[in-house]
């Protein structure tokens, strides 16, 4: 029997295939043609349209949707992967749209891929193996994110972009379309052109999220320093965490200096 807790409000129907294990939350609905695997746990109220898969150790948590043709929690398509028992978690009102492919985790990168609360992850994405998403990301169609990556919080990464593997993405950065990003991303950045370029701050997304001007000029002199002080970025950035009260500022300078595989996009340089 499926497992299915405080199912009176379920409906799955007859054509979709429910293994043995699974457990269903109440008040979801599962559309025709479907497959959801014996290691899934599908949280309460979730949506899952048709000819959707679900698979592996997959852990969804509750009020997301799942819209057709995705398929969620196969094994990574990492040629040093041996069959090893990873994990896929995804939290609460995420919704997955058409043909969107996320992958387990490996054993050498952690063993989980994991995506937070309230993302979109828009039709035709593709998040790999051990990437690390966090609440409210976007990702907009036929963006592609490489394993090991890190993407914070309320980050947006354009349509048909590609971000290579073990990069990460500061909280509140954006992404244009059509951009390949090789190297980290500050907090609040945006990057554009073809080969991604740090071209500033995404006032945008800043305002809309309400932050005090106080805060959004300091950002833009602290930007002005990263560019154009003197010594190399990450002594640039040191300085401004000894010269500043904007929390805001605080965040990039704790990203510049922490740990990372890999170097910095920098104003003026893709």
Do not use: W
Not at 114 to 122: E, N, T
């Amino acid at each position: 029997m499926t497992a299915v807790s405080n199912n009176a409000d379920t409906r799955i129907h007859p054509s979709a295939i429910v293994e043995p294990g699974a457990q269903i939350g109440a008040g979801c609905v599962i559309g025709p043609f479907c497959l959801i695997g014996p290691e899934v746990v599908l949280g309460d109220n979730c949506v899952v349209k048709s000819h959707v898969v679900i698979t592996g150790a997959t852990v969804i948590g509750h009020d997301c949707s799942i819209f057709a043709f995705a398929c969620v929690g196969e094994i990574p398509q990492d040629l040093k992967f041996k069959g090893e028992k990873t994990r896929l978690e995804i939290g609460p009102r995420t919704r997955i749209r058409e043909h969107v492919t996320v992958n387990t985790g490996t054993a050498g990168g952690g063993g989980l891929t994991r995506i937070g609360a309230d993302c979109l992850l828009m039709a035709g994405c593709h998040v790999a193996h051990d990437a690390i998403l966090g609440d409210r990301v976007i990702i907009v169609n036929n963006a592609a994110i490489a394993g090991h990556c890190i993407i914070e919080d309320d980050v947006v990464i354009g349509g048909l972009s590609g971000v290579h593997q073990f990069v990460r993405i500061g909280q509140g950065a954006i992404i244009g379309a059509v951009t390949m990003v090789t190297n980290d991303v500050i907090p609040y950045g945006l990057v554009q052109a073809s080969r991604g370029e740090l071209d500033g701050l995404n006032l945008v997304g800043l305002k809309r999220r309400g932050v005090a001007r106080s805060d959004i000029t300091a950002l833009r002199a602290a930007f002005q320093m990263l560019a154009q002080g003197d010594g190399a970025f990450q002594d640039r950035a040191r300085r401004l965490g000894e010269e500043t009260d904007s929390q805001y500022v605080r965040n990039i300078v704790d990203f510049v200096t922490g740990a990372s595989d890999r170097s910095f996009l920098t104003p003026g340089q893709g």
